[in-house]
């Protein structure tokens, strides 16, 4: 009798479970025409160029979750959003991404040069609302803290490049913090 048991409590466990994919949090994230928000208007600056596309992320906070897995943090109900966009051959490049409500998050920012969906530290670009300086691990979250009003709220985000053995602003940007 346990063997029937535990398939149909085994079934009904990974029903509760989001399936995972490039697409999580997409819906939720994603501004719509004449978005008031609350939602962040992300200016990026300090572009290294103009190919690939940008991944936009939207976290809990906190430590624990920052940069966690995106199935952990929707299974466990706690904040996930994310925006993908193709970069604008000309002109400044400007992002949205609508969040739950006003309150405090942590925003990570990739510029995916080889559309991989992944961070290369060797190839791509990475930035962090509140620019911190970035080192050999991930910033803290309180380091990486944007608050969301009620509307929108417009925050800037400086990228990073391999630079060396680390990562930093391109030459240009490094004043711009």
Known sequence: MTGPL?????AMISAAFVNTGP?????EGQCRPNEQGPAFIVDVIGMKDRTGMLKLEVYPS???????????????G???RRV?????????????????????????????R??????GWTVDGIGFSGNPRLGWSKPKAAASRAIAGPGLTRIRVLMNYRSGLGVAPLKEFRNQR
């Open 114 to 119: 080889d559309r991989n969906r992944k961070f």
């Open 23 to 27: 697409d999580l949090g997409k819906a």
């Open 6 to 10: 535990s398939l149909t409590a085994l």
């Open 84 to 112: 993908e966009n193709e970069i604008p051959q000309t002109g400044a490049v400007v992002m949205c991404i609508r969040v739950p409500g006003p309150g405090t998050y942590s925003l990570s920012l990739l510029h995916d």
């Open 62 to 76: 906190n430590d624990a979750d920052f940069l966690q897995d995106d199935n952990i943090l929707i299974n466990a």
């Open 78 to 80: 706690k904040v996930f």
